[in-house]
């Protein structure tokens, strides 16, 4: 199983960036995927999970109306739509298969001016 991420930089308060992720090694229609993220000195935390038909999304409460997760079986990625970025999203994300329990390496994410 393998996961890569892209689409992370810098980027100024308020913008907005895309997160991709290829996922390899499995059946990737078949498993629910979820995006975290860790800042400096806190813990990783869920930011958004989909499941495997798509129709179910979920959100961690900093993030709602912000964020859109989504996936392209077709290409086997999941996406994370980031619009509204403020210096608290600054962290580094991680897409993740939680039935694999396979992390990608992670991508940096900095909002600021």
């Known amino acids: 199983v393998q996961l890569v991420e892209s689409g992370g930089g810098l980027v100024q308060p308020g913008g907005s960036l895309r997160l991709s992720c290829v996922a390899s090694?499995?059946?990737?229609?078949?498993?629910?995927m979820s995006w975290h993220r860790q800042a400096p000195g806190k813990e990783r935390e869920l930011v958004a999970s989909i499941n495997s038909s798509g129709g179910g999304r979920n959100y961690a409460d900093s993030v709602k109306g912000r964020f859109t997760i989504s996936r392209d079986d077709a290409k086997d990625t999941v996406y994370l739509q980031m619009n509204s970025l403020n210096a608290e999203d600054t962290a580094v994300y991680y897409c993740?298969?939680?039935?694999?329990?396979?992390w990608g390496q992670g991508i940096q994410v900095t909002v600021s001016s």
């Open positions: 090694g499995f059946i990737f229609r078949w498993y629910p």
């Open positions: 993740n298969s939680p039935r694999h329990n396979a």
